[in-house]
C-alpha cells in the first residue's frame, strides 16, 4: 500500500473480470492529476508506477474503475 510516499510509489492492483480498467488519481478538491491506466485489460495481478514528483505534498485519492465495480483508496504524498 503506498502510504506515506515520496515522490513516487507503485500500485498494485488485481482485476477479477475482463474490460475497460481505468485508474485516475484526483487531488483533495477533486481535479484529476493523473491516469495511470486507462484500458482494456484481462483478469490478473498488476502494478502500475506513478510518479508525484511535479505535484505538491498533500493528500491524493486514486480511483479505480472497471466493469462493475470502482473503488477509492487515500494516498498521502510527503514532500
Request: glycine share 8%.
Amino acid at each position: 500500500y503506498p502510504n506515506p510516499f515520496n515522490p513516487a510509489t507503485n500500485i498494485k492492483f488485481n482485476i477479477a473480470v475482463s474490460g475497460i480498467i481505468k485508474i485516475s488519481v484526483y487531488n483533495i478538491t477533486g481535479q484529476e492529476t493523473a491516469i495511470l491506466v486507462n484500458s482494456e485489460m484481462k483478469p490478473g495481478t498488476f502494478t502500475v508506477s506513478w510518479d508525484a514528483s511535479d505535484l505538491p505534498g498533500g493528500v491524493y485519492f486514486c480511483r479505480m474503475t472497471g466493469t462493475g465495480f470502482m473503488e477509492t483508496k487515500k494516498m498521502i504524498l510527503i514532500k
